[in-house]
Nanobody
Framework: QVQLVESGGGLVQAGGSLRLSCAAS????????MGWFRQAPGQEREFVAR????????RYADSVKGRFTISRDNAKNTAYLQMNSLKPEDTAVYYC?????????????????WGQGTQVTVSS
């Protein structure tokens, strides 16, 4: 079993930056793809970014391309999401997820393990 814990969320002004972390425990996630999703009030959970187990391949939602960067440190069993040039529409609860399947899906239901989420609020 894998436990994921997100941290790094908070309140930031538009144009600012935040770095989210996702610490895994229970077993190594070095062979899992990792992803970030977000969910705003009244909206469905949406894909933000995904990184392969090796870290060589990444994928982003169009809405965050050029502003967000996903990365991972397998030695620390941790994934990250660097968020720059934040906009009020980025406000949401951000979730980290792990996927045992190497096929690069962006569908939330395909991910096997989830964290509890961390709130990101961007003020205008």
């Amino acid at each position: 079993q894998v436990q994921l814990v997100e941290s790094g969320g908070g309140l930031v002004q538009a144009g600012g930056s935040l770095r989210l972390s996702c610490a895994a425990s229970g077993r190594t996630v070095s062979t899992y793809a990792m992803g970030w999703f977000r969910q705003a009030p009244g909206q469905e959970r949406e894909f933000v970014a995904r990184i392969s187990s090796s870290g060589r391949t990444t994928r982003y939602a169009d809405s965050v391309k050029g502003r967000f960067t996903i990365s991972r440190d397998n030695a620390k069993n941790t994934a990250y999401l660097q968020m720059n040039s934040l906009k009020p529409e980025d406000t949401a609860v951000y979730y980290c997820a792990a996927d045992r399947n190497p096929v690069p899906t962006t569908i939330a239901a395909a991910f096997d393990y989830w964290g509890q989420g961390t709130q990101v609020t961007v003020s205008s």
